[in-house]
């Protein structure tokens, strides 16, 4: 029995609902991505955080960018974790160990040993157009925040590409499932059979399992084998990327981060242009822009036309489908016929207008795919944060209505005020943490 979905919002309450979780979650030094899930710093969770708190004061927001970017590598990576002095969290930095085994990694503070999807240019350039329609401190907050950021971020993007790609192909490779941030996406099920947990694993307990009631809705054991795995791999190869790319047992060409590669690589050498920044660093950042928007519309799939991730260890193609398959629609690149059959299909009844769904929102998983399970993290909710992102790639490319409607069909999901990291499509149920930060972030930039 289908229960009756009716969940009616008001912008301005969801709006001070927003403001208020990022106020409280908010430790002084950073805005953890959630208060007891992941009471730490999240590379690509900041990136969105900031664009929320730029509603809230551009300083703010750019003091979180900053955070963030003073825990770079010195070879130019960007953690995904950076840790706060609370702890809390499993694996945290003695299990990466990354102070101890890179000369790379920070001292302090410590990080994880992975990265995230590169949306960081992204969320410069949404803060500084935020800043732009505000007083003149605004302005000129927004403005500083570009200069002091542009040359982190385009080391950021110079070590993906020549550490990711190290072969020029334009598909960005990542070594772990959780540097898709898509952490258990089916996508990574055929790669993860080859990380085979060895009988020296040491020993861990999972703190996740105690905060999440229902175990469903998180990754399995075998696989947080997997991922700790992993982590031993690296720690064995000192986090060398070269050495790590070389030896580690997971290494797919990851065809959505390679988009928001490609979109953010345009970004920022539009920021690049206007702030005066060098030239020849621009024309880089052109060239990897319209290399991987290449590569991501070459990877589409001939009949479903849905775009592709590569295995790099087997040599094969990952046919899956996800929601990752409409990562064309992210970077562009495909001519006007195919971009729009790809915008039907993300909007029509296989997905987001999916007619089991109380809110026409695009799951991770289609409900008609055989991999869809309704509640469990990436292989099928629906996420506010991901839906932003599709909607904010819309309005850039032009797709001006399907923006709208992701917005206001996502407000109606997220309409209860738990601003939960992940929803149940078919129920509306709120899955995961309450008061994820990113999830507030991208309402209170919706609502304002
Ligand atoms: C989730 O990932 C972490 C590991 O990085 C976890 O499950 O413990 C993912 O949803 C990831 O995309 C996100 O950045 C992170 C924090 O919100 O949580």
Known sequence: VRRAFRRTYDVTDLAMGAADVLRSNDIGTMVTAAPALYPHMWSWDAAFISIGLAHLGVDRAGQEIRTLLAAQWADGMIPHIVYGDRGGYFPGPGRWGTAELSASAPQAPLTSGICQPPVHAIAVGRILEVARRGSAEDRAAGEQLVRDSWDALYRWHAWLSQYRDPDGTGLIAVVHGWESGMDNSPRWDQPY??????????????????????????????????????IEEMRRASYDPV???????????????SAIFAVASDVLADLGEEFGQPAAHVAELRTWAARSRAAVAASCHPETGLARDFDRRTGQW??????????????????????????????????AGHPELVAKVPPTVSPDSAGFKSREYWRGPQWPVVSWLFGWAHARHGHTAAAATLRTETLKLVGDGAFSEYYEPVTGEALGSRMQSWTAAVILDWCT
Do not use: M, N
């Open 243 to 257: 050495k790590v790319y070389d030896t580690c047992s997971f290494l797919v060409a990851d065809v959505f981060v």
């Open 318 to 351: 990952i046919d899956v489908e996800t929601l990752a398959g409409f990562a064309p629609l992210i970077c562009g690149g495909l001519d006007a016929d195919a971009e729009r059959a790809l915008l039907a299909t993300l909007h029509g009844p296989r997905w």
């Open 193 to 230: 059979t080859a990380v085979v947990p060895g009988p020296d694993l040491p020993p861990y307990v999972r703190l996740d399992r105690e905060l999440v009631r229902d175990g469903a809705e998180r990754p399995t054991d075998l696989e947080y084998d997997r991922y700790l795995w992993l």
